[in-house]
Structure formats: C-alpha cells, structure tokens
C-alpha cells in the first residue's frame, strides 16, 4: 500500500485522488493522507512576512522523511527550487492547462476593466505582470482557496480575479466571465498546472511504483522551469515568470520590486532552443 500525503483543501484533495486513482488502475493499494501546513494555519498572513510558499509543504516534507507517509503530492509551483536532502521529485504526471484565468463580475479581459478596478490576487507574479499591462488598475490581496476567491469577487470585495486554469478545470468549476490570459503576455507561474510527486530517494520500491505516472514532456518543461527559479535565487516573494513550451524553452517577464517603488526588469523574452541563452541582464528604471 501507498500512503499518499497531501494538504487538506479542496483541490490539494482532488489532485491527491487524481494521482490515487491512476495508481489504482495500475494495481496498487492506496491510502489519502490529508495534512494541515503552516501555510493552511495562516491564510490572513502575507506569505512573504511569514516564511513563503515553504509552508505550505514543510510538514508533508517531513512526514515523507520520517516514514508516517510514502509520497508527498504537491502543486509544483508551491515547491521551493531546493527540496530537503534525501527526498527526490519522482514523477510529474502529464500538465494541465499552465494559463492564469481572468474571472471578472462584469465580464471582458483586462484590456476592458475600467480604471480604478480592484483586482483581486496575493500573487507577487500577478500583481506585477498586471500593474506592468495595466497601471491604472488597483492589485488587492486575496487569499484561500478557489471557492473562497470566487466567493470574495462575488461579494464585490474586488471587479476580477486571477486564478489558475489548472485549479478550475481539475475542479470541475466553469465560473462565469473567465478568460484565459495569454501565456506569452501573462506568463504563468514556474510549475503551474504541473503537479510534483515527492518520494524519498532510498525508497526504491515506491520510485518504481510511481514511475508509471511521469510524463517525459512535462517532466522536461518542470525542469527546464525550475532550473530558471534556482538560477534566479527566486523566492514566493519574488514577481518570477517562466513558462516552458517544446521548443521555445523559457522566457521571464517583468519583474518590478514593487514595494520600493523600484522596477527591476530582467530579460523580458528569453527563447532558448537547446543552447544558453547568455547572461540575465538588469536595468533600473
């Protein structure tokens, strides 16, 4: 049997038993784990004041180290770039869909919201890349789950929010007014709509198991990603973007230090066909 860890929220749930049921299908027995993180602890917190997205994995981490669970399943996007020793990102099944999503009360894309809306997200990522397409816009922290984001726009705490394509579809959720953004012009978030498997690297016999679920794809493009966040030294504070297609392998968008009032911008398009695209340049505006 597998005992399979994973947080406790509603999609954390539905991408455990997604995994859960591949593996059934193959043959093996498997037990849902759900755990409570730090992270799900302090949902009012500021993630960066508070220790980052690491919180949202530390104590899945550590019950996969100590033996209490077999594999550890992960949005990959929550995951730092440097995982704990002895522990080894086994399988990345297949990706969904990597856009962000647009959910607006009164409809359109960005281009269409008026001046002044409120858009709702606690992302570093979003909140830069909107106020980079539309300065006159108004970036507003929204924190929890999908159907507490969507509930906050729908009692007028915010005009729109940004969330992951990945999360409404594996959700079954349609709201309505939501648009894709363009991943060349919002780029998505390293790992996102991939999900990350952890395993314990002396576990031979549970490497194997999950295994059958890796996608060779997908595992190129979370690489080729996550490669750019451990160069970057990127952290869930830092505004990062890098998004992997099968040929154009990597590009970082705009990256302002917004609570300075400084704007940094490092290489705004990099298309890297299999050779290095050189050194990252900074300019200050």
Request: proline share 6%; net charge positive; charged share 30%.
């Amino acid at each position: 049997m597998i005992r399979l860890g994973t947080r406790g929220s509603p999609l954390a749930l539905c991408q455990a038993r997604l995994v859960a049921e591949r593996l059934e299908r193959a043959g093996t027995t498997v037990s849902i784990v759900p755990m409570r993180t730090e992270g799900d602890r302090r949902l009012d917190a500021h993630l960066g004041a508070i220790g980052g997205k690491g919180l949202f994995v530390r104590e899945i981490e550590e019950a996969l180290l100590v033996g209490m669970i077999d594999v550890a399943v992960h949005s990959l996007k929550d995951l730092p770039a440097e995982l704990p020793a002895g522990i080894c990102l086994a399988a990345y099944p297949e990706r969904e869909d990597a856009r962000d999503v647009l959910v607006a009360r009164e409809g359109g894309g960005l281009e269409d919201l008026p001046t002044g809306a409120a858009i709702g997200t606690s992302s570093p990522r979003r909140g830069a890349i909107t106020r980079s397409l539309r300065p006159d816009l108004v970036v507003v922290p929204v924190r929890g789950n999908v159907d507490t984001r969507l509930r906050k726009l729908a009692a007028g705490e915010c005009d729109a929010v940004i969330l992951a394509a990945a999360g409404l579809r594996r959700l079954g959720l349609s709201p309505p007014h939501a648009r894709p953004l363009d991943p060349e012009v919002f780029v998505p978030a390293v790992g996102q709509g991939i999900l990350g498997i952890e395993a314990r690297r002396d576990d031979a016999r549970t490497l194997a198991v999950v295994d059958r679920l890796d996608d060779r794809g997908t595992r190129c493009r979370a690489i080729a990603e996550r490669a750019c966040l451990a160069r970057l030294g990127a952290s869930c504070a830092t505004p990062l973007a890098a998004h992997a297609a099968p040929r154009e392998i990597a590009f970082v968008e705009k990256i302002p230090k917004t609570r300075s009032g400084k704007i940094m911008r490092r290489v705004l398009r990099a298309w890297d066909l299999g050779q290095p695209v050189g050194d990252i340049s900074t300019m200050e505006e």
